[in-house]
């Protein structure tokens, strides 16, 4: 059975929500143990209320880290609650100020033996450092979003600079599953935002083998370090025709040059067969492929679109 953890660090922030909603049931359990009628969710605005009595929406919401709606979600309870009053700021009409109540003051006072054994308890669970460690994690974790490391962290990894020195291309295996089932996916996402999947389509994703390469075409699979990003294949059509076909590279790695690789390979392959041109039908609604393929040195050919493809409206080749 596959779990959470097997899922890896993509699975992180289903992994701290799942950990969160545990430890607010735990925690609201506890509470209810002993009729204290509080919620967990509540904690870090009381608390910032308490010690700053007369503290703003905004500032409650800067020193949370949430937005300014999120905090009026949790200052709802607390005000019908009566725990909180919201008083106008006398300095500025338009701000609103959070004090505790006398009887939130109290529920206060009632809490803090309850959350000083709380804490007791969490140090017990993660001695000798441990919930420091936690809390230094936590607050990496913190900046690294609040900071949109992970952002900036992406981009630095698509920058074409970064795919093309991770790029190999690699033959197609048939007997790898991974090289089927990317060389159909891959074409798939643009079949279906573009056009539709036609039967020669399904026909080639279902046994590529059988359609492409044994009867002498050739199939290429792109990677950046070990994962599959972009594919290609050459289709023979006749003896001394071969078509440039299948060609697909995922959303995130598209212009990076990756393409260009692609194509560049595939016309190798074609010059080791022995050929002296080239051929391809495409579309001019895909808005990036004719370009690309006439800046590589494709024009216009006087050979007609062949009848495989409904979507077909241009055809190009190349003399290698």
Known sequence: MTTLKDLGILAMGTRLRVLSEGMMAMVKDFYAQYDLDFEPRWFPVFQLVQRQPGIGIAAVAAQIGVSHTAVNALTKPLLENGLITLLQNPDDARAKQLTLTPEGEVLFTRLQPAWFALEKALFEVFPDGQADAIMDVLASLDEAVTDLAVPR????????????????????????????????????????????????????????????????????????????????????????????????????????????????????????????????????????????????????????????????????????
């Open 153 to 320: 962290g992406i981009r630095r990894v698509l920058t074409p600079q970064t795919v093309q020195a991770g790029l190999t291309i690699v033959g197609f295996d048939p007997h790898n599953p991974d090289h089927k089932r990317y060389f159909a996916a891959l074409n798939i996402e643009w079949l279906q935002q573009y056009f539709t999947v036609e039967p020669v389509d399904h026909q080639m994703f279902d046994d590529p083998k059988a359609t492409i390469l044994d009867v002498g075409g050739r199939i290429i699979m792109a990677k950046v370090d070990s994962q599959i990003v972009g594919t290609g294949a050459l289709i023979k059509r006749s003896i001394d025709v071969y078509e440039l076909a299948k060609m697909a590279v995922s959303k995130p790695f598209q212009g990076k040059g990756i393409g260009a690789a692609i194509v560049d390979h595939l016309e190798d392959a074609a010059r080791r067969l022995g050929l002296k041109k080239l051929y391809l039908v495409s579309s001019k609604k895909l808005p990036h492929a004719v370009p690309m393929y006439r800046k590589l040195g494709w024009v216009d050919s006087p050979l007609a679109l062949h009848e495989h493809y409904q979507r077909s409206d241009i055809s190009l080749e190349k003399v290698l």
